[in-house]
């Protein structure tokens, strides 16, 4: 029956082949459209890390000056160093890591390649198991290399094979702006989209290429490279904004809380520490703490850009639009043959049957305009990355929008069909066959 009702369906398409092209082509553009925007709006707005993303919370404690105070308002979204330090040291999370963004000279051994500089984060050691940061070759550093402020870093594979060809370098050396480090672990190639774990930068750059414990970092006075605030002076310490004490928020801190039990509860351990911070005269401003899990960071940041979600929606009318279009011309079509219709049910069809080849052919219609449809959302994914804008480089097709684009163009088809379907199934033999 299924065969049957197809070979029909690509009977009758054959026999009026402009009207059929001009259907495919509206649905093919209304889908082409669509898909570009909603492959780059799902890039953007994607889970950076399925399955861990609501176990992992952002920090925030308010600890600047009453200058511009306002009650309610958002706290700083960084730490400073004393605060990041102390709820590092209390460990109350089951996984905690503070981090900044850096900036470090490399002066390769290879022969050929001169000094440059690189990114870098320095961070502590959770880092690593709390963002599955994935390890080509060794491993990461340890809470005890940390606290010994060890000279070891762990690189990427990117600058790995800059480097040492792809090699494995683990327990090779590294001069970091005139300071030895040895490497301890390669990481296979990561790139959380967005970079989630610190969004006060390049939100859709890539990873840093070295990574460093922070507390080595402070110890050799590597340069900073990220934002910061201060509301206070901090020229009379060498170490500037950098300082321990310095009244400078910088550093992004996250916590792993497994359970919500656990959350709740270091929601009140941050609020009687922000409260014993407030008592003790270092925050100025009355208890104010966030704690965010990773979708609600990213929402808070609004990192998807208010001009993909606009192109979303109108491509979404488009469709729509397209679709309106196509039902007019399915109408015209189906109606067009009454007198065929008419005579198919004088001579035993069923309602049923003329409905499902009508579905049938329009379903024809729906996996043609689907095919059509990709090839101009690949042609549209070219354009976006031609653009300016950093994340336009990650608009690329996966197997799962590819899917979904005949998938989309399908159930699109479908849907536009049901009305000229049901139009045609009522059509009368009697009153057909009398007219012809």
């Keep these: ?136 070759y060794g491993r990461a550093w340890s809470a005890g290399e940390d606290a010994q402020r060890a000279r070891v870093a762990v690189i990427s594979a990117q600058l790995n094979d800059k480097l040492f060809g792809g090699a494995d370098s683990v327990g090779r050396g590294l001069i970091l702006d005139g300071h030895s480090f040895r490497i301890v672990g390669v990481l296979a190639p990561w790139r959380p989209v967005p970079k989630f774990y610190d969004l006060s930068g390049d939100q859709f750059g890539e990873p840093e290429q070295v990574l460093l414990p922070f507390s080595t970092s402070r110890d050799l006075s590597l340069a900073l490279n990220g934002n910061s605030v201060c509301w206070g002076d901090t020229g009379g310490d060498p170490e500037g904004r950098a300082a321990l004490n310095a ?109 499902l080849h009508c579905l049938a052919e329009v379903g024809v219609i729906g996996l043609a305009g689907g095919a059509l449809g990709l090839l101009l959302t690949l042609l549209g994914l070219w354009l976006v990355r031609q653009q300016p804008e950093r994340y336009a480089q990650l608009a690329e097709l996966d197997v799962g929008m590819l899917a979904a684009t005949f998938a989309l163009a399908l159930i699109a088809s479908l849907l536009a069909g049901v009305l000229p379907a049901w139009r045609a199934m009522q059509v009368a033999p009697a009153i057909q066959l009398k007219t012809q």
């Design 247 to 355: 009244p400078c928020v910088y550093l992004q801190y996250w916590a792993q809380l497994d359970t919500p039990e656990r959350a709740q509860a270091y929601q009140r351990y941050l609020d009687d520490y922000s409260a014993q911070q407030h008592a003790a005269g270092r925050f100025p401003r009355p208890g104010n703490v966030r704690l965010r899990d990773v979708n609600e960071w990213l929402q808070f940041n609004q990192v998807v850009p208010s001009d993909v979600r606009l192109q979303a929606w109108l491509a979404l009318g488009f469709l729509l639009a397209c679709l309106v279009n196509t039902v007019g011309l399915l109408l015209a079509k189906f109606l067009r043959r009454g007198g065929e219709i008419g005579l198919r049910r004088a001579l035993g069809a069923s309602r049923r049957q003329i409905f």
């Design 1 to 136: 029956m299924f065969a049957y009702s197809l070979r029909m369906a690509v009977h009758s398409l054959k026999r009026n082949r402009a009207l059929t092209a001009l259907m495919v082509l509206a649905l093919a553009l209304g889908i082409g459209a669509c898909m570009t925007t909603l492959t780059v709006f799902r890039i953007l707005s994607g889970d950076p890390l399925p399955g861990r993303s609501q176990n992992l919370y952002y920090v925030q404690l308010d600890a600047g000056s009453l200058d511009g105070y306002a009650p309610g308002r958002e706290p700083q979204t960084m730490l400073t160093r004393y605060d990041a330090q102390a709820l590092l040291r209390e460990a109350r999370a089951d996984r905690q890591a503070l981090m900044t963004a850096g900036r470090v000279s490399i002066q390769p051994e290879r022969s050929g390649l001169h000094s440059f500089l690189s990114n870098a984060r320095y961070a502590s050691a959770d880092f690593f198991p709390m963002f599955d940061a994935p390890l080509r």
